[in-house]
């Protein structure tokens, strides 16, 4: 609470609402107080350091009293925003206050708890209870006022030293609570007046604050603050700077039209003796400590009088609220200023370290508490589950460029099938091939004897040449190769030399085919060899020399023997 003394700033405070006290932070605050006579605007501009706070404009704008209705949110947003174009006044953050009418306030003795949270779970449950409107249409926030010292609970431990025993020591504890509809009700108002509305805060709480800067040496004292206002009147009483009790007065003082005043009707007198019976109501309270101060603050010209009717009906030190002295104030505007402590509490408040004590827009939520244990079972469990449903969608998306790569276009399928029918055709040739080889080593037939035996014999090439020679058969014995002939005469007389070697000859067939060369027939040999070659082949080079090479041949005499060439050069 920015209006506590220093020890409500102790543990219980978490991390996480100071975290947001200084994100609530703002370099200009405007705090709006609005009423049935007057529009109260202050503009605060902080320093980069927290504390250095000055206030740049005072204002105070009469209502319309004819024409205007305040229980329309919406015309009063327009009008709001027509008067601060009217003030060349450009708002940053926007701060209101609820009314003391609007507003359940209730204090509350807790245990002393450090957790924010937990103080949180703990007011709603109780708060909830004693609300005179249904919890969901209610925003409940709270500030802690008083906590207890250390020594305060090292004592009370001695007290009751058996561990879980109850303790007196407690947590003092301010409740308010508004209902929706009003909280609605001030953010159509500022919408309607082309502003965001950020902080929601309570006058009797904004008024203390002003207080603190008004007169801060009195903040750990008894002290009855009176809030005049020519239609209502709050009497708010604070204990060492925490709320204790808090009223508000319907009142009408308006002067009569024709300026009399009958005896016993006195306006100012029966506010006073409201004002009276509130403080003998606040002596019969639980928290009732003799009062040792009472200011009167206002700006309806009637505070004095009001001053001095308490004064004599009490043995109270009365006075007039003075003007802050803690804050610096534009030039010429104490009297504004005195006229508008309610929104200078406001505004100072929200730019204190702590933001509001009560913020109706951003109360203190209930921390929800989980068991760790079973957030760990069900985060394993959720983590397995995505490791799994990863390790599917991998499978998934590696099978998918597997089967595209197996059945896809040019994929392996496509190749093995075009590699198994070569494969088939190719082992087709290799197996016929594999079986004339093991047929003719079978068979013994000495082929390639026979082949060089058959070159041997051959004529001249000059006579005939041999085009392709093959072995068709092994079990029977079949060569069969083709010549080219120069004549009959060679032919015949070459088939008749086979005939006489022991070679069985079938019937040669020649066709006249006359090549560029001069040979005139192309004729077609069989041979069968026979079971028992009459000639030794092994031993045939032996006893018969090859045939003398031609002239012509580039072998006979070897390469050197070629006569160069002019511009050549020799191997």
């Given at each position: 609470?920015?209006?506590?003394?220093?020890?409500?700033?102790?543990?219980?405070?978490?991390?996480?609402?100071?975290?947001?006290?200084?994100?609530?932070?703002?370099?200009?605050?405007?705090?709006?107080?609005?009423?049935?006579?007057?529009?109260?605007?202050?503009?605060?501009?902080t320093g980069k350091t927290p504390?250095?706070?000055?206030?740049?404009?005072?204002?105070?704008?009469?209502?319309?009293?004819?024409?205007?209705?305040?229980?329309?949110?919406?015309?009063?947003?327009?009008?709001?925003?027509?008067?601060?174009?009217?003030?060349?006044?450009?708002?940053?953050?926007?701060?209101?206050?609820?009314?003391?009418?609007?507003?359940?306030?209730?204090?509350?003795?807790?245990?002393?708890?450090?957790?924010?949270?937990?103080?949180?779970?703990?007011?709603?449950?109780?708060?909830?209870?004693?609300?005179?409107?249904?919890?969901?249409?209610?925003?409940?926030?709270?500030?802690?006022?008083?906590?207890?010292?250390?020594?305060?609970?090292?004592?009370?431990?001695?007290?009751?030293?058996?561990?879980?025993?109850?303790?007196?020591?407690?947590?003092?504890?301010?409740?308010?609570?508004?209902?929706?509809?009003?909280?609605?009700?001030?953010?159509?108002?500022?919408?309607?007046?082309?502003?965001?509305?950020?902080?929601?805060?309570?006058?009797?709480?904004?008024?203390?604050?002003?207080?603190?800067?008004?007169?801060?040496?009195?903040?750990?004292?008894?002290?009855?603050?009176?809030?005049?206002?020519?239609?209502?009147?709050?009497?708010?009483?604070?204990?060492?700077?925490?709320?204790?009790?808090?009223?508000?007065?319907?009142?009408?003082?308006?002067?009569?039209?024709?300026?009399?005043?009958?005896?016993?009707?006195?306006?100012?007198?029966?506010?006073?003796?409201?004002?009276?019976?509130?403080?003998?109501?606040?002596?019969?309270?639980?928290?009732?400590?003799?009062?040792?101060?009472?200011?009167?603050?206002?700006?309806?010209?009637?505070?004095?009088?009001?001053?001095?009717?308490?004064?004599?009906?009490?043995?109270?030190?009365?006075?007039?609220?003075?003007?802050?002295?803690?804050?610096?104030?534009?030039?010429?505007?104490?009297?504004?200023?005195?006229?508008?402590?309610?929104?200078?509490?406001?505004?100072?408040?929200?730019?204190?370290?702590?933001?509001?004590?009560?913020?109706?827009?951003?109360?203190?939520?209930?921390?929800?508490?989980?068991?760790?244990?079973?957030?760990?079972?069900?985060?394993?469990?959720?983590?397995?589950?995505?490791?799994?449903?990863?390790?599917?969608?991998?499978?998934?998306?590696?099978?998918?460029?597997?089967?595209?790569?197996?059945?896809?276009?040019?994929?392996?399928?496509?190749?093995?099938?075009?590699?198994?029918?070569?494969?088939?055709?190719?082992?087709?040739?290799?197996?016929?091939?594999?079986?004339?080889?093991?047929?003719?080593?079978?068979?013994?037939?000495?082929?390639?004897?026979?082949?060089?035996?058959?070159?041997?014999?051959?004529?001249?090439?000059?006579?005939?040449?041999?085009?392709?020679?093959?072995?068709?058969?092994?079990?029977?014995?079949?060569?069969?190769?083709?010549?080219?002939?120069?004549?009959?005469?060679?032919?015949?007389?070459?088939?008749?030399?086979?005939?006489?070697?022991?070679?069985?000859?079938?019937?040669?067939?020649?066709?006249?085919?006359?090549?560029?060369?001069?040979?005139?027939?192309?004729?077609?040999?069989?041979?069968?060899?026979?079971?028992?070659?009459?000639?030794?082949?092994?031993?045939?080079l032996d006893t018969n020399a090859?045939?003398?090479?031609?002239?012509?041949?580039?072998?006979?005499?070897?390469?050197?023997c070629i006569p160069g060439q002019?511009?050549?050069?020799?191997?």
């Open positions: 609470m920015a209006d506590t003394p220093a020890a409500s700033s102790s543990a219980w405070q978490s991390a996480l609402t100071r975290i947001r006290s200084q994100f609530s932070f703002r370099n200009d605050v405007t705090a709006l107080d609005i009423d049935q006579r007057m529009l109260r605007v202050v503009h605060v501009s504390g250095s706070t000055s206030i740049k404009r005072i204002e105070v704008v009469p209502v319309p009293s004819e024409g205007f209705d305040l229980e329309n949110p919406k015309e009063v947003g327009e009008w709001i925003g027509e008067q601060l174009k009217a003030l060349h006044l450009v708002p940053g953050t926007v701060v209101m206050a609820a009314r003391r009418g609007e507003a359940v306030l209730k204090e509350l003795l807790l245990p002393p708890l450090k957790d924010a949270g937990e103080m949180a779970s703990m007011v709603n449950m109780r708060a909830a209870r004693e609300l005179p409107f249904p919890e969901a249409d209610a925003v409940i926030d709270f500030t802690v006022t008083k906590v207890p010292t250390k020594k305060e609970l090292k004592a009370a431990r001695k007290e009751t030293p058996q561990p879980g025993a109850a303790t007196d020591i407690k947590a003092h504890i301010v409740v308010a609570a508004v209902r929706r509809d009003t909280v609605n009700r001030y953010l159509t108002i500022t919408e309607s007046a082309g502003l965001k509305l950020t902080g929601l805060g309570l006058r009797p709480l904004a008024s203390f604050r002003a207080l603190k800067a008004c007169v801060p040496e009195i903040n750990g004292n008894a002290v009855a603050l009176i809030s005049v206002r020519r239609h209502e009147v709050d009497v708010d009483i604070l204990i060492d700077g925490r709320l204790v009790f808090s009223r508000e007065l319907s009142v009408n003082l308006e002067k009569p039209e024709d300026g009399i005043d009958l005896a016993g009707q006195d306006p100012i007198t029966q506010v006073a003796k409201e004002i009276i019976r509130c403080l003998h109501s606040y002596e019969g309270s639980e928290a009732f400590k003799p009062l040792e101060h009472l200011y009167v603050a206002g700006g309806t010209g009637l505070e004095g009088n009001l001053l001095d009717i308490i004064r004599s009906q009490t043995d109270i030190d009365c006075k007039r609220m003075p003007a802050p002295t803690g804050v610096r104030l534009p030039k010429e505007r104490e009297t504004d200023a005195t006229r508008a402590l309610t929104a200078l509490g406001l505004a100072l408040g929200f730019v204190d370290e702590r933001g509001l004590a009560v913020n109706f827009l951003a109360p203190k939520r209930p921390v929800l508490r989980r068991n760790q244990s079973r957030s760990k079972w069900l985060l394993s469990i959720v983590m397995l589950q995505a490791l799994f449903v990863f390790l599917f969608g991998a499978r998934s998306k590696m099978a998918e460029g597997y089967e595209k790569t197996l059945s896809g276009p040019g994929g392996l399928i496509s190749t093995y099938n075009t590699l198994a029918k070569q494969e088939k055709d190719v082992g087709r040739w290799v197996r016929k091939n594999a079986d004339s080889i093991r047929s003719w080593h079978g068979a013994n037939r000495h082929w390639l004897e026979h082949m060089a035996f058959l070159s041997s014999v051959i004529p001249q090439c000059d006579q005939i040449y041999l085009l392709k020679i093959t072995m068709r058969s092994a079990k029977t014995g079949v060569i069969s190769f083709q010549v080219q002939v120069r004549d009959s005469d060679v032919l015949h007389a070459f088939e008749k030399k086979l005939r006489n070697l022991g070679y069985i000859v079938k019937p040669v067939s020649f066709i006249p085919v006359n090549d560029k060369y001069g040979y005139k027939f192309r004729a077609t040999f069989e041979l069968t060899l026979p079971d028992r070659f009459p000639l030794d082949l092994l031993h045939h090859p045939p003398e090479r031609l002239p012509d041949d580039i072998h006979a005499d070897g390469l050197s002019k511009g050549t050069n020799r191997v």
